[in-house]
């Protein structure tokens, strides 16, 4: 499985971006995708990930009722949408796939993208 990420940016705080995650490969197996971050000097956290058959969502409390996520399976893509972005929300963001049911934890998705740079100024 190969994840390919995209949309990161420069925005202003209160702005908004769209992430995308492209996969490609054998995604038969994958059950759910999701978006983790990560900022200089502190670790990778999670943002939110969808069950990719049974739709289910789960945000980073962090992230709750700002962030959207969704799914086009036509396309076998992953969005993240982000509006009022504040600049704590400035990190790199990965998208990752997992073989597991719905889980906040990194150790439980194998298959990750390289990266795309969000970056908030206020």
């Known amino acids: 499985v190969q994840l390919q990420a995209s949309g990161g940016g420069l925005v202003q705080a209160g702005g908004s971006l769209r992430l995308s995650c492209a996969a490609s490969?054998?995604?038969?197996?994958?059950?759910?995708r999701g978006w983790f971050r990560q900022s200089p000097g502190k670790a990778r956290e999670f943002v939110a990930a969808?069950?990719?058959?049974?739709?289910?969502?789960y945000f980073a409390d962090s992230v709750k009722g700002r962030f959207t996520i969704s799914r086009d399976s036509a396309k076998n893509t992953l969005y993240l949408q982000m509006n009022s972005l504040k600049p704590k929300d400035t990190a790199v963001y990965y998208c990752?796939?997992?073989?597991?049911?719905?889980?906040?934890?990194?150790?439980?998705?194998?298959?990750w993208g390289q990266g795309t740079q969000v970056t908030v100024s206020s």
């Open positions: 990752a796939a997992s073989v597991r049911k719905l889980s906040s934890s990194s150790g439980n998705y194998a298959y």
């Open positions: 969808i069950g990719w058959r049974s739709h289910s969502t």
């Open positions: 490969g054998d995604t038969a197996n994958i059950l759910t």
